[in-house]
């Protein structure tokens, strides 16, 4: 059974900081993309991140390219995502998803193998 449990959300202030965690099992987490995504309340989920199976390729959506850093430990079957400088509309619900290419995680057509279920970050002013 597949499981993608993320964690680390919470309440911060404008400018802090957050790391999130995602947690995989049941696949072979080295083979596959990763992403993070979010969603506003009343608004469609959003790309945020992705990561490919190695590590080596990265994208950012361009509201928190510079801002965010999403990264991987095949070793743990973990993907993080720091983000810093947060800012109000950062506030949103955070899922991760596995893809078995980069493409899949990327491409907004494309059905994402898995998802979690989410974590809550919240930021005040």
């Known amino acids: 059974q597949v499981q993608l449990v993320e964690s680390g959300g919470g309440l911060v202030q404008v400018g802090g900081s957050l790391r999130l965690s995602c947690a995989v099992s049941g696949l072979p987490f080295s083979t596959y993309a990763m992403g993070w995504f979010r969603q506003a309340p009343g608004k469609a989920r959003e790309f945020v991140a992705a990561l490919r199976h190695d590590g080596l390729v990265k994208s950012y959506s361009a509201s928190v390219k510079g801002r965010f850093t999403i990264s991987r430990d095949n070793a743990k079957n973990v993907v993080y995502l720091q983000m810093t400088s947060l800012k109000p509309e950062d506030t949103a619900v955070y899922y991760c998803?596995?893809?078995?290419?980069?493409?899949?995680?990327?491409?907004?057509?494309?059905?994402?193998?898995?998802w979690g279920q989410g974590t809550q970050v919240t930021v005040s002013s």
């Open positions: 998803a596995a893809g078995a290419t980069f493409a899949t995680i990327v491409e907004d057509s494309r059905v994402k193998d898995y």
